[in-house]
């Protein structure tokens, strides 16, 4: 597929602050790619660039090839849809969508074809002639969406537009925007600090901390194979679990042990790595949802305390402190048969195939 953005070590500096920091990537043709990160990490003043409303103050933007730094808004063939929609509140629904296309002076038979075809697409030709001040937000943004669309730009920049809807319409409208996206078969660039939005639409996702590109990537390869140790803790419905201790060998084994003595855990499959990278201490890391509890005496086992439970239906959220050290906290999940009570102790293990080995001073996620 041909690259329908590019980005060249882009680059935003305001006063002391450098809010993006040499951006270097490429968006296919077609592609739905989400900016994902933390509040302050640089994605909506990298969506404003592609926009125009910010000027980099080092770097290339390209779209389809042409470099479109000094060119306005206009002119860059995109289409904007916001968080405020914006919505001409003296105008019907079938009004609003059609404002561009009066304005381009197109004939009426044209403008109602065009309207017809994009609000049933949007679920909207039931509700055309309806005062926008009545509507829901659901169909605000959707109407918000379909004048964007009616513009038929090459590109769509959304900065998160899902944030003003409760929780499930939230789901629902992630679900249609997709299946949008795909009919459309246009570039989308969505800005959003939701993970779970990024993770259940995007085909690949930024990651972003503090104007650095951490990760771009698939959802699947970044859950599975973060880059880092920001991405590995940033990613998940839940936190991933860091424990640090030290590696010793011990009868042809290379074993970590945590640093307060609570656990060991045999790393000898990893040998050649841990001996490649030279290690002595280590970052072990794992997800709640790959720990599980144990029987007593089970092989790499070992007993921690329970501090919390959260039971949420079809899952429960175990909180938990390593008996080395009272003052941690951990997670861990169970299902919903199996509730553990607080300050039990349990016996817990890893699957081993899904701990994660991270260098303690480069913070790279090893494996």
């Known amino acids: 597929m041909r690259v329908k953005i590019k980005l060249e070590n882009l680059t935003k500096v305001f006063g002391d602050l450098v809010a993006v920091d040499g951006l270097n990537l490429e968006i296919l043709d077609g592609e739905f790619v989400c900016f994902l990160g933390p509040s302050g990490c640089g994605k909506t003043t990298t969506l404003n660039m592609l926009t125009g409303l910010e000027e980099p103050t080092e770097g290339r933007i390209l779209i389809d090839g042409k470099v479109v730094n000094y060119l306005p808004a206009r002119k860059r063939d995109i289409g904007l849809i ?23 002076k197109r004939p009426q038979a044209e403008v109602d074809r065009i309207v017809k075809e994009v609000a049933e697409k949007l679920y909207l030709a039931d509700i055309l002639h309806q005062d926008t001040r009545m509507l829901t937000p659901g169909d605000l943004q959707r109407v918000a969406i379909a004048r964007t669309v009616i513009m038929n730009p090459s590109v769509f920049l959304l900065d998160e537009p899902l944030d003003n809807l409760d929780a499930q319409m939230r789901i629902t409208m992630r679900g249609e925007l997709k299946r949008f996206q ?9 800005v959003t600090h939701d993970q779970e939005e990024a993770m259940s639409m995007a085909d690949r996702i930024v990651v972003m901390n503090r104007g650095r590109l951490e990760q771009f990537d698939t959802p699947t390869n970044i859950y599975h194979h973060p880059a880092n140790k920001f991405v590995a803790g940033f990613i998940g419905r839940l936190p ?10 011990e009868a042809g084994k290379i074993i970590f042990t945590e640093k307060g003595d609570s656990f060991e855990y045999d790393l000898t499959r990893y040998r050649r790595l841990i001996e490649r990278d030279l290690m002595r201490d280590l970052c072990l890391g794992i997800r709640p949802e790959h720990i599980s509890v144990a029987p007593p005496n089970e092989p790499d086992s070992f007993e921690v305390v329970v501090k919390s439970v959260e039971v949420l239906g079809m899952e429960n959220v175990v909180g938990f402190c390593l008996i080395g050290d009272p003052q941690g906290f951990f997670r861990l999940t169970t299902s919903s048969e199996l509730v553990p009570r607080v300050d039990e102790k349990i016996n817990i293990s890893f699957q081993p195939e899904k701990v994660h080995l991270i260098h303690p001073k480069s913070e790279k996620v090893l494996i």
Request: aromatic residues 24%; charged residues 25%.
């Open 182 to 190: 795909k009919d459309l078969g246009k570039t989308m660039v969505y």
């Open 240 to 249: 991933m679990n860091f424990f640090y201790g030290w590696l010793k060998e």
């Open 82 to 104: 916001f968080q405020d929609y914006a919505i001409f509140e003296n105008m019907n629904v079938y009004e609003n969508m059609a404002f561009s296309l009066r304005v381009k």
